[in-house]
């Protein structure tokens, strides 16, 4: 009651000043302006005793117009993206990394897409400041597979090293397929394979003393353990970084663009799956180990902060994101 | 390989062979461990309703061995199931505490308050959130309450007890001020819980009695923000609608606690709910209809960044959480 009492009060005041000739005061009136821009996207959480930052890359946007999957019709992707209450006609693909502090390094896992490939995404530098963390301190960096979105931010837009003072690790796998010569001449001119070759050999120019290869098996920072789970790449990796009695696997692109949908519709197979039919059995091979014994999941391309549960719905899958723990 | 080598000379806890001793270590130079950060990132979250600017943001939320009676009309340990396949500690609940604040371009109205600054190590951090957000507490023109239960209603007030918004006017559901204001119902207070609850609306509200406004159902509570009904929680427990153009939000409040239980379980009554039948009857409506019109809705209790969709499931109900929008 008192404020309707009171804008009419305003409203007189105003009505009055402009007939006395002056002006009514508009700070009176003008609300706080929009802020017009998200949270930061970094967000932090434990296993066992290491810390975790889930970090931001940002958001791809693409507009839908066919179906960029292989094996799924357009109609049937608008259907599954409005099941997921998700735009109709938009793609949104996002990218997040998982810094590790294991109390004795500093392990950044994959780096996002660079800079150069568009105003949202290319986030991770200005997110990991956000965070606090300074690139130099990184001492490990280690890559899944070498597709742009995971390799392109090991450099700066001059093409200096983001991370100056990291190791590089990377699948030896990977790095054999990619550098292969007679690989690259197979892939027709123009495709993205052959796109993501060249870019591929772009990224790693003069870096073979940096860069160490990774067999599946391996430890590739403290308690961080690579997992064979190829057929997205035929070098593709996923992780397990245990700590105590703590757990997560990090699933990198086992479901990869809009990963939401590959939930729900696990046989379909994404433009970047190399290998479609053994990206499937990956998929459902990892999802029901651990939907099965419950382990917390990070994935590159599920919504920040990409961490959370899976579980079975008949022949499909569920993300259940982990609750936002709002103190560590 | 060589990060087992290395590890083992920096802590000596393996046994160092006469070969690694005799070649100097090729590392790079070596660098202390990064300390953990150990504070999580600022939790706020920012969308749009039309041309509306709404930022969620979380007081924090609160983790407790799950009291007895919590859920009243089932056996405390399928109550506890029901938590644990939520992913919540063995044996623990989690509720979290988010209000949310609306900018229409001409009032700044914040919807439910949270705790004051230092209620406990893991609630009471709205204010420190707002400032995150960029939010002056100064700014906000309006306060709307939707029930006044504490965790509603005590941030009105500072930890030292003057107004967290000296600026705003605060709104409260008539049908709510008038039960617990009436000395009456307090009289009649049928346990400790009800007896806290009368005494801290007085602590809080009674001596700003001059500065509430009384609102009523179906009334609009700001510009585009309307009162609706969602009585059975409280006498005058009230959720809103925010519509600005064609958008439209539920702000739900408390028609359920937290929806891994209540959501899942519609018919189950949660200790706090003082008409649980109404309650009930309150929450099934209000769920087909957010499911028909596949509406937004923001929970007071659902977890950070609290926002999600609800579907039906058998017979009860899935919220399913938003997918974070990294660029705003």
């Known amino acids: ?328 | 390989m060589t990060e087992f080598t290395r590890r083992a000379v920096v802590t000596g806890a393996a046994a160092v062979t006469a070969a690694a001793i005799a070649q100097p270590p090729i590392s790079r130079p070596a660098r202390a461990a990064t300390p953990p950060v150990g504070k999580q990132a600022p939790s706020f979250y920012r969308h749009k309703v039309g041309d509306y600017e709404l930022t969620q943001i979380s007081d924090g939320a609160r983790t407790i061995p799950m009291p007895e009676g919590f859920v009243r009309n089932v056996p405390r340990e399928q109550a506890l199931a029901a938590a644990e396949a939520a992913y919540m500690p063995k044996g623990q609940v989690t509720i979290p505490f988010n209000p949310v604040v609306v900018n229409t371009g001409l009032k700044l109205v914040l919807i439910d308050t949270g705790f004051p600054p230092g209620t406990s190590p893991t609630t009471g951090l709205f204010q420190a959130n707002l400032a995150a957000a960029g939010i002056d507490a100064k700014a906000i023109d309006i306060v709307v309450l939707s029930h006044l239960h504490p965790d509603h209603i005590n941030g009105v007030r500072t930890a030292e007890g003057g107004l967290a918004f000296p600026n705003a006017e605060i709104k409260a559901p008539a049908p709510d001020w008038a039960f617990w204001m009436s000395d009456e119902n307090m009289s009649k207070a049928a346990n400790d819980m009800m007896k806290g609850y009368f005494a801290n609306t007085r602590k809080v509200l009674s001596d700003i009695a001059g500065k509430v406004t009384r609102y009523e159902w179906g009334q609009e509570v700001a510009p585009g923000i309307t009162a609706l009904d969602a009585s059975g929680h409280t006498p005058g427990h009230t959720a809103f609608a925010v519509a600005s153009g064609s958008a439209r939000m539920l702000v739900q409040s408390d028609v359920t606690n937290i929806p891994e239980l209540f959501l899942r379980n519609p018919d189950w009554h949660v200790a706090f709910d003082i008409d649980p039948n109404k309650a009930m009857a309150t929450r099934r409506k209000f769920y087909d209809m957010a499911a028909a019109e596949k509406a937004l809705i923001a929970g007071f209790h659902f977890a950070f960044p609290s926002l999600g969709h609800v579907e039906k499931d058998g017979a009860g109900y899935r919220l399913v959480p938003i997918a974070w929008k990294a660029v705003f």
């Not at chain 1, 983001?162 to 495709?191: H, L, Q």
């Open chain 1, 1 to 328: 009651m008192s404020k309707i009492t009171r804008r009419a009060a305003l409203a007189g005041v105003a009505g009055a000043g402009a007939a006395s000739g002056l002006q009514p005061s508009a700070s009176a009136q003008a609300a706080a302006p929009a802020a017009a821009r998200q949270a930061a996207g970094f967000y932090r959480y434990k296993i066992g005793d290491y810390e975790i930052t889930a970090i931001n890359d940002g958001v791809r946007q693409d507009k839908l117009e066919t179906s960029p999957y292989r094996n799924a019709k357009l109609e049937e992707v608008q259907a599954a993206l409005e099941a997921t209450f998700l735009p109709k006609n938009q793609m949104s693909i996002v990218f997040n990394q998982a810094l590790v502090n294991t109390g004795s390094k500093l392990v950044l896992l994959d780096t996002g897409n660079g800079p150069g490939r568009g105003p949202t995404v290319g986030m991770l530098p200005a997110n990991l400041a956000a965070a606090g963390v300074d690139p130099k301190t990184i001492d490990t960096i280690v890559i899944s597979h070498f597709h742009g979105d995971h390799i392109g931010g090991l450099r700066t837009a001059d093409g200096q090293l983001a991370f100056p003072n990291a190791e590089i690790k990377v699948p030896a796998r990977e790095w054999a397929y990619w550098m292969d010569d007679g690989n690259m001449s197979r892939a027709p001119e123009g495709s993205n394979l052959a796109n993501n070759h060249r870019n591929v050999r772009r990224i790693f120019a003069g870096l073979g003393d940096k860069v160490t290869k990774y067999e599946w098996g391996a430890e590739v920072g403290p308690g961080i353990t690579a997992m064979d789970t190829n057929g997205h790449t035929p070098g593709h990796t996923s992780f397990v970084v245990a700590s105590g009695p703590g757990k997560l696997i990090v699933q990198s692109d086992v479901t990869a663009h809009v990963a939401l949908l590959f939930l729900r519709n696990p046989e379909w197979h994404a433009g970047g799956d190399m290998d479609g039919p053994q990206a499937v059995r990956t998929r459902r091979k990892l999802y029901d180990m651990v939907a099965t014994d419950r382990i917390l999941l990070a994935g590159y391309h599920l919504p920040f902060p990409a961490v959370g549960y899976i579980e079975k719905d008949g022949s499909s899958y569920r993300f259940v994101p982990a609750a936002w723990s709002p103190v560590l």
